[in-house]
């Protein structure tokens, strides 16, 4: 199936592992690109940066609001564990509940990461977001790209990490009329 031929209002950037950090500046890149030629963009993207204190933080912006939430937690300078904060997630999918709301042209969630990936995170707003007819654009890394496709289905529209097929897949997919 390719980008043409797929009714799939769901896609995601699919990078390697380790690999976020470009996902995470293409979707933001992105965002801004559509925002500029007038789309009404919503959702979360991933920041990554240090604090005054020189402490790393993981961040969600409100491609909306601008409103930031904190995703990381301090697990010690000895810990190899995910650090992701799921409280700071649940605070976060408030931002997704407002995109279901207002139905922009296109909803962007971050990444279908770890906590996706068990069942939890943003998936029940993914979901809502789908079933209420917006585009949504997401990143799953290759160790999650088989539980990316239980949750789509199958249906879900894998993209490479480069801006022309974002944007050919968007500009297909509201051409047709998908997006709300």
Not at 121 to 130: D, P, S, T
């Amino acid at each position: 199936m390719t980008i043409a031929d797929t009714p799939a209002r769901l896609a995601a950037i699919v990078h390697e592992d380790g690999g976020s950090r470009e996902a995470d500046a293409l979707l933001a890149a992105f965002a801004r690109s559509l925002a500029r030629e007038g789309w009404r963009v919503g959702g979360v993207v991933h920041e990554r940066r240090t604090d005054a204190r020189g402490r790393k933080g993981m961040y969600l912006v409100d491609l909306a609001g601008g409103r930031e939430f904190c995703i990381s937690q301090d697990l010690g300078p000895l810990s190899r564990a995910c650090c992701v904060d799921p409280a700071g997630v649940a605070q976060a999918a408030g931002v997704l509940r407002q995109a279901l709301a207002e139905r922009p042209a296109l909803a962007i969630v971050n990444r279908f990461g770890e906590l996706e990936a068990g069942g939890g995170g943003f998936v029940a707003e993914l979901a809502a977001l789908v079933g209420a007819n917006v585009l949504v654009l997401t990143a799953v890394a290759r160790k999650h790209l088989a539980a990316w496709r239980r949750f789509t289905g199958g249906e879900g529209v894998e993209l490479p990490a480069q801006a022309l097929a974002l944007g050919s897949w968007f500009s297909a997919a509201a051409r047709r009329g998908e997006g709300a």
